[in-house]
């Protein structure tokens, strides 16, 4: 099962309490195939609480343990859609950092050499479109480190839209940062079928409208 998922929702449970949804898919699942006992939802992968978009949820155990595998050998292609105020100094490139997680703050830095305890991040972007304040940039995902995009494009100066962790000047209305898992690409672990699923934001933003309405 994929969700788009919106950025006020949380994955799994954590401190706040509230309802994760893992949890609501599962109430849901309950009711439309009346099921009288325990409903599965396995977690496969996670999206920060102000990001949203796509994330794939394992309504089986195999297809968790499938989905798990695909993930470790990296057949799972992630494309990300992120709105920045400062043009990047490359129409495209590759950025390879090294990512440090400091856990008091639950920040991570991207380093331009290896550090000690880092991990190599690497992504691909590309600006695909600009409006008169922001630009928009794709983004493939090559690694999954903790607040990889995040970092990595306030390393070269490139702060995404309401991002105040990392750098962006002002928050959002609502908490939420321009961050969006766009596409996911990947062959299904039980069917065998190549699958590519695409989602916008659900939202009345009119920054993420604004780019929504370009053939992309």
Not at 15 to 26: A, H, N, Q, R, V
Not at 136 to 152: E, F, M, N, S, V
Not at 174 to 201: R, T
């Amino acid at each position: 099962m994929i969700i788009n998922k919106m950025p006020s929702e949380i994955v799994q449970g954590d401190k706040t309490g509230d309802m994760p949804l893992s949890e609501k898919i599962k109430n849901f699942i309950k009711v439309r195939d009346n099921k009288p006992g325990n409903v599965f939802c396995g977690v496969i992968h996670r999206l920060d609480r102000p990001v949203s978009g796509l994330i794939i949820f394992a309504k089986t155990s195999k297809a968790l343990s499938r989905f798990n595998e695909l993930f470790r050998e990296k057949t799972i292609k992630k494309t990300y859609l992120a709105v920045i105020k400062n043009k990047p100094p490359k129409i495209s490139d590759k950025l390879i950092h090294f990512i440090t997680k400091n856990e008091k703050t639950n920040m991570s830095k991207a380093h331009i050499k290896a550090v000690p305890d880092a991990l190599r991040a690497e992504l691909d972007y590309e600006l695909i479109a600009s409006s008169d304040n922001y630009h928009l940039l794709k983004i493939d995902l090559h690694t999954g480190r903790h607040h990889q995009i995040r970092a990595q494009l306030a390393a070269i100066g490139c702060p995404i839209k309401g991002d105040l962790k990392y750098g962006f000047a002002r928050t959002n209305d609502g908490g939420f940062i321009h961050l969006h898992s766009y596409q996911i690409n990947f062959v299904h672990p039980i069917k065998d079928e190549p699958l590519s699923i695409k989602a916008f934001p659900v939202t009345n933003d009119s920054v993420w409208n604004y780019f929504s309405k370009m053939n992309l």
